[in-house]
């Protein structure tokens, strides 16, 4: 182990990134116009919220609730519950995204003019759907009290979203946050593309013949993403805050701190799989199917993951994005540091340094 | 074996391709070893073995005495490489380059930037220093890479096709480059596919299909021509070589440019035959007379006698 060598790989690298266009680009802004792309894809996508309704009340009234709720159609009833339990349930499994608790004296309440409160739970912020739900639930029910009473003035039924994080909800870009482990794939995708090009135009054949360790040449390769990649999450993170006004309520150096972790997981996995791979126009379909696409899905970015059970979960836990939407979310919505989400920040210190070994034990200096 | 590279009965196969077959060496120190063959013949490959960027399927190297596959991480400090397909980063200049592989060899102190200079100007690169790489023409591309690869004065040069598409001028100033760093002591290994570079070299190997099919000084590999070499110029060359193919007492009919060269028997008695028949044929002859063959001929009249 030599700085020196280190050092002349990091230097080279940092150069490397700062003198190719496309590379600067991609380690730069791009997370942020993507992040701007998905935010708005997702706020405004005219997207079916699946609803679960536990009516205890049965009345004339509850059931006209329900139905202006659904007349639309971008609410859909998923489940008739019959208790808190089953609603959870639904929504573990993913069938629900938001559940509606219609109290016995629903119709009782607001005949004698007294409102009623219905109670709605969205699984935290977890989801894009909970998220633009409940801003909508809110509008339909106003609109549903507004027709019953043109005459009185009080409000007759009160939405009571569970839990503190609810405010957040009903902003329409309460999930920018958690889109942020998604558009920050480019760094991995920019080290991968470095590391292969290296490859396929004979240099490293040409670095096989030096006195270079692994360890030397794969962190001198990580420290200059990780270092573009803070650059790349704090453009993203202020365009969250300036722009889409999502308010970091976290402590700032806790993020970042746990930023590094998450850009450590990921370029580590990719250069641990880059090992493996000798063209740039694979390395790209190999980040893209490893992590982009999964992330989408298994991460419980778009879709809740299924926390007790199942095959997904396994992959679930494997993907750094998994544990760094908890983190994103957690730091701006719920003011999390990185005390609390220290499980989270373990994982990924965990998904990071096990490939990034490997990596170094699986380095073969031929050809 | 007491030479500086020595390998015996290296070879490697790729799934079906015995792409070297056996081959061995005992080169001394200082001598500079060309190893001649056509494309596809195994050049990169042994090249490879011996400068343990590639380990062998059978047989072993030894480069300074050191074990080309076990000791590869020893050897890196004695050894410098320029593979066939060797990339500078373009997008640094040529200082940069420099510096890079002089850190990565540990060069440091005042030892670098002297060496630095040095090579700088022996490469003759001097002016075009904060030059990008990208940009500079083939023949100073291949400069720079020398350059890199020299820049922790190794015993042992090992260049894999190093002119290879480059032009006449910046070929002759590459060797002479090399030829200095042969004075100063340094053992070279090159390979080519320009036979007329063979003949700068101390010793020969003639690599054909995995094999090493013949080795020797430049002098001696032609000595091994079978017969008496003709050349006849003539406009009329494709009349001449069709005529010349079927006369008595000819091995061979090779064509280069403006003029066909002959292997006969007997020189004088068959000049005098050829001259008759290809008259006779219509052909005008501008000049016949003997020829001494060059390591090119040589070549070429061995490979088609296997
Ligand atoms: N990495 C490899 N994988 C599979 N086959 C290979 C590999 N490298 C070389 N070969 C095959 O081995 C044979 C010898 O190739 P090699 O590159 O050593 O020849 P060469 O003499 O250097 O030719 P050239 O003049 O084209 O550089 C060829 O048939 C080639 O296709
Ligand atoms: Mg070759």
Redesign the interface.
Known sequence: M?L??L???IR?EF??IQ??KRTLFLVTLSPAIMLIAFAYLFAFEVQSVRLGVWDADQSALSRQFIASLIADGKFSLAENGNGYESLRGAMMRGDIHLGVIIPPDFEAQILAGDGASVQLIADGSDTIAAAGGVTRFRQRTAEFARRLTSTSSAPPIIVQAQAWYNRDLDSTFAMVPGLVPIVMIMPSLAIALAITRERE???F????????HAFEYLLGKLIPYIAYGVVSASIAYALAIIWFRVPLRGPVPDLLAMTVLYLFASLGVTLFICGFIASQGTAMRVVMLLFFIPSFFLSGVTLPVDTKSGPGQFISFLLPASHFVQITRGAFLKAMGIDQLAAQSLNLFLIGVIPFALGILTFR??? | MTGQITATQLSKTFRKNQAVRGVSFDIAPGEIYGLIGPDGAGKTTTIRMLAGVMDPTRGTARVNGLDTTRQAEQLRAHVGYMAQKFSLYGDLSVRENIEFYADIFGVRGKARAERIARLLKFARLDQFQDRDAGVLSGGMKKKLGLACAFIHRPRVLFLDEPTNGVDPISRREFWDILSDLHIEGVTIFISTAYLDEAERCSRVGLMYRGEIIREGTPIALRQLVQGDLLAIITPDLQIAENVAQKLPGIFEVQVYGDRLHVFVDAGATRAREIEIALVAAGATIKQIRPAAPHLQEAFISLISHL
């Open positions: 030599s020196h060598r050092w002349a790989i080279k150069r490397h003198r190719d135009l004979g240099s054949e040409t670095l096989i013949a030096t006195p270079i200096k031929r050809v």
